[in-house]
């Protein structure tokens, strides 16, 4: 039998989902999805890219653009992910020197630590989010600080867990109890109303294709759905 970590130890919570076969496979499909779809992202690859990988964790979403961008600022609320993000720095393929981690939390008035206040931690092109948005305090709050560190025609990306509830499957979906286990996701118009009202447009999102089986420390397994949605701060 699997030996679950404390849930109060971050790091061995990660680990352990990282780990996990079940995770791992359903991780590695995502990044297959979310590499096919760099289109989506609207951005023109070979200009420059300036990324904020904002609650990084240990580098999902860098791993998927690193490739593209031209230089990564990474900021997560726990060290302990910091610690994991750079241990994994060298697959992101980007220059390590192209990559800036730090702890710091831009979702706070005002923003810690102070050095997030300067012109290094503004005017991204791109700002990704993952699997991160609904564990924040205030989605609207946490979009509307984002959407101000964006440069005009820069793109919010957020890749979330999606509300399944919130449409009903042929086959009649899942049971009351399962959904009732699995966090709440976002539904397309409410996650679109969030947005605009930060001031940015050209919403789009799409649902990924496949159902993810994601296997709990209390080791039950839940289906989980995912999308990739973005918008964009206005030129002008």
Not at 69 to 78: E, G, T
Not at 87 to 95: E, F, K, M, R
Not at 148 to 164: K, T
Not at 204 to 215: G, H, I, T
Request: hydrophobic share 40%; net charge negative.
């Amino acid at each position: 039998m699997a030996t679950t970590p404390n849930p109060q130890d971050v790091g061995a919570m990660a680990d352990w989902f990282d780990n996990r076969p079940i995770n791992k496979k359903s991780r590695d499909l995502q990044a297959q999805a979310l590499r096919d779809r760099l289109a989506f992202v609207g951005l023109d690859w070979a200009k420059q890219v300036k990324m904020l990988d904002y609650a990084c964790g240990p580098g999902f979403l860098s791993r998927i653009y690193g490739p593209h961008v031209s230089s990564i600022a990474a900021i997560d609320i726990s060290d302990t992910m910091l610690d994991r993000y750079r241990s994994n720095i060298g697959t992101y393929g980007i220059s390590t020197g192209k990559v800036n981690a730090l702890v710091g939390n831009l979702l706070v008035e005002p923003p810690e630590p102070a050095s997030l206040s300067s012109p290094e931690y503004h005017e991204f092109d791109l700002i990704t989010v993952g699997a991160a948005l609904h564990h924040f305090p205030s989605v609207p709050s946490a979009v509307h600080a984002l959407a101000a560190r964006l440069r005009p025609g820069g793109v919010l990306l957020i890749c979330d867990l999606f509300d399944s509830d919130s449409r009903k499957d042929a086959d009649g979906g899942e049971g009351k109890v399962e959904a009732a286990k699995r966090p709440k996701g976002f539904t397309e118009e409410g996650l679109k109303e969030v947005m605009e009202k930060a001031g940015l447009t050209e919403y789009k999102m799409e649902v990924l294709p496949e159902k993810y089986e994601v296997e709990l420390p209390s080791l039950e397994v839940l289906k989980i759905e995912c999308f990739l949605a973005q918008a964009v701060k206005p030129r002008s």
